[in-house]
């Protein structure tokens, strides 16, 4: 398992520390993993109607706990989530440029074209069901 705060539940009892620049920075992956697993679900219930579905599940990250319920994917939205999630959280850059911004692309080419149809596709479909927080996301 990655030890990251994001992963772990609170134990109780334990004194409450204040936020640190490791518990922000924890807070904003935990955000961005999120995002991109609500993106790329948008994607696949649009895209991927009648494929065969299964709970998406990492090894290395409590994907359920993240997101406060289990996500049903197919095998290549799954395949290029697990991609997502593993080079966001390895991201070298602190604070973390947007992808298409970054003077280093660590997605592979079919990824990262992936990744952009995804984004593309979902974004819209944000802005459609009345979620103006992302059309402010994709301005700035």
């Known amino acids: 398992m990655i030890s990251l705060n994001i992963l772990q539940t609170p134990r109780r009892g334990l004194p409450v520390v204040s936020r ?25 219930d649009g895209h991927h109607k009648h494929r065969a579905r299964r709970n998406f599940q990492l090894k290395s990250f409590a994907v359920a706990d993240l997101l406060g319920r289990p996500s ?12 997502a999630f593993v080079k966001r959280t390895h991201c070298p850059f602190d604070p973390k440029p947007t992808c298409k911004h970054c003077p280093k692309h660590c997605y592979a080419p079919a990824y990262r074209a992936g990744i952009r149809e995804v984004m593309r596709y979902a974004g819209r479909q944000m802005i459609y069901r009345g979620r103006v927080d992302f059309l402010i996301h994709l301005l700035f």
Not at 72 to 83: F, G
């Open 72 to 83: 049903r994917l197919c095998p290549a939205c799954s395949k290029l989530l697990a991609h």
């Open 20 to 44: 640190t620049r490791k518990s922000r920075r924890d807070a904003i992956l935990r955000h961005d993993l999120r995002r991109l697993a609500r993106f790329v679900e948008l994607y696949c």
